[in-house]
């Protein structure tokens, strides 16, 4: 199996900054899109920011011009450098990757643990 390892998460105060990591281990042929989930308490999930394996990206509007998502392909990862961080930011956050674990095989998306972001004001 594919496992996603999720590192990066933490408390800190409005208007700071956090990075949160995801590598990707295991038999991997080709990995797609990666991306970034939240969910905060008692509310939906919702897509935070992916990037595309062509290299495009999408971002969630209320995180456009704050959040980064990045990814080094050669180490199956895939990054998300938050800044001016706020309290509405507060939330578990799960990287997820599509992948395909052998060249004749299908898409399976694949999920890390999850990781607590939260924001003092």
């Known amino acids: 199996q594919v496992q996603l390892v999720e590192s990066g998460g933490g408390l800190v105060q409005a208007g700071g900054s956090l990075r949160l990591s995801c590598a990707a281990f295991?038999?991997?042929?080709?990995?797609?899109?990666m991306g970034w989930s939240r969910q905060a308490a008692g509310k939906q999930r919702e897509l935070v920011a992916r990037?595309?394996?062509?290299?495009?990206?999408q971002y969630l509007d209320s995180v456009k011009g704050r959040f980064t998502i990045s990814r080094d392909d050669a180490k199956n990862t895939v990054y998300l450098q938050m800044n001016s961080l706020k309290p509405e930011d507060i939330a578990v956050y799960y990287c997820?990757?599509?992948?395909?674990?052998?060249?004749?095989?299908?898409?399976?998306?694949?999920w890390g643990q999850g990781t607590q972001v939260t924001v003092s004001s």
């Open positions: 997820y990757a599509g992948i395909r674990r052998e060249a004749a095989g299908g898409l399976y998306e694949y």
């Open positions: 295991g038999s991997i042929f080709r990995i797609n899109t």
């Open positions: 990037a595309f394996s062509g290299g495009s990206t």
